[in-house]
């Protein structure tokens, strides 16, 4: 693995993702936002987070397999979440939580979390983007 996630002591051990990642491959693999779409382009789970953001973490790990690279070599994640408040994050990490059982991991690569007003079209409430990192 190109990859090793730290919570360096000093700072707060977050359940959903590790503070630090340490790459030591030389590819880097840019994702474009991955939102709530089937293979056909169809939104997924309209009107619920979860289900949004289980779509969206399925679709960042079907991008890496068709470059040769899995969840685990994730070094980083961007989450844009439409109107966000506080009192929708146990639905974004039952999302996570939905997709890792799904994938058969648990995605912790440090991650941000950015509300956003609007997304490219009206039925996505989250988009998640990634940049792994290959030997």
């Known amino acids: 693995m190109a990859i090793t996630l730290v919570n360096p002591t000093g700072l707060p051990e977050i359940d959903a993702y590790r503070q630090v990642s340490v790459a030591s491959g030389s590819?880097?693999?840019f994702?474009?936002?991955?939102v709530a779409w089937d293979a056909d382009g169809v939104t997924v789970g309209e009107?619920?987070?979860a289900a949004q953001v289980e779509q969206c973490y399925v679709n960042v790990a079907?991008?890496?397999a068709g470059v040769g690279a899995s969840l685990g070599d994730v070094a980083k994640l961007t989450i844009y979440?439409?109107?966000?408040?506080p009192d929708k994050m146990p639905r974004l990490m039952d999302g996570i939580a939905?997709?890792?059982k799904r994938l058969g991991v648990t995605p912790v690569p440090p991650a941000t979390l950015i509300g956003?007003?609007?997304?490219?079209?009206?039925e996505h409430l989250v988009e998640v983007e990634a940049t792994a990192v290959l030997d």
């Open 27 to 29: 590819r880097l693999v």
């Open 62 to 64: 079907t991008a890496l």
């Open 81 to 85: 979440v439409v109107d966000w408040t």
């Open 116 to 122: 956003v007003a609007a997304l490219d079209v009206p």
């Open 31 to 34: 994702l474009a936002g991955q």
């Open 98 to 100: 939905r997709a890792g």
């Open 47 to 49: 009107g619920d987070l």
